[in-house]
Nanobody
Framework: QVQLEESGGGLVQPGGSLRLSCATSASVYSIYATGWYRQAPGKEREFVARMDAGGTAELADSVRGRFTISRDNAKNRVTVYLQMRSLKPEDTAVYYC??????????WGQGTQVTVSS
């Protein structure tokens, strides 16, 4: 079982920045992919960003050029980041961290609220 702890959400004005963090209990050697998804009120959860074990990143069209996904492997434990810039009101959502292990086990974080509003 993998524990995920998200942080970094909050209220920000349009054009502002936030960085989300997801600390995992998973070993870097066990992770197949890490990613971020979001769910806005009344909408389905959607893909935002993903990074595979080799470090290749993939971003949704709606956030490419504004968001960056990165990963830190300090002390053999993985922390995943989502740097968000030039935020727009339509980025408002609950953001969820996702981890997939080799073998197919998948875990989700509890979610962190991001609100973009003036």
């Amino acid at each position: 079982q993998v524990q995920l702890e998200e942080s970094g959400g909050g209220l920000v004005q349009p054009g502002g920045s936030l960085r989300l963090s997801c600390a995992t209990s998973a070993s870097v050697y066990s992770i197949y992919a890490t990613g971020w998804y979001r769910q806005a009120p009344g909408k389905e959860r959607e893909f935002v960003a993903r990074m595979d074990a080799g470090g290749t990143a993939e971003l949704a069209d709606s956030v490419r050029g504004r968001f960056t996904i990165s990963r830190d492997n300090a002390k053999n434990r993985v922390t995943v980041y989502l740097q968000m810039r030039s935020l727009k009101p339509e980025d408002t959502a609950v953001y969820y961290c996702n981890v997939v292990l080799f073998g197919g086990y998948e875990e989700w974080g509890q979610g962190t609220q991001v609100t973009v509003s003036s």
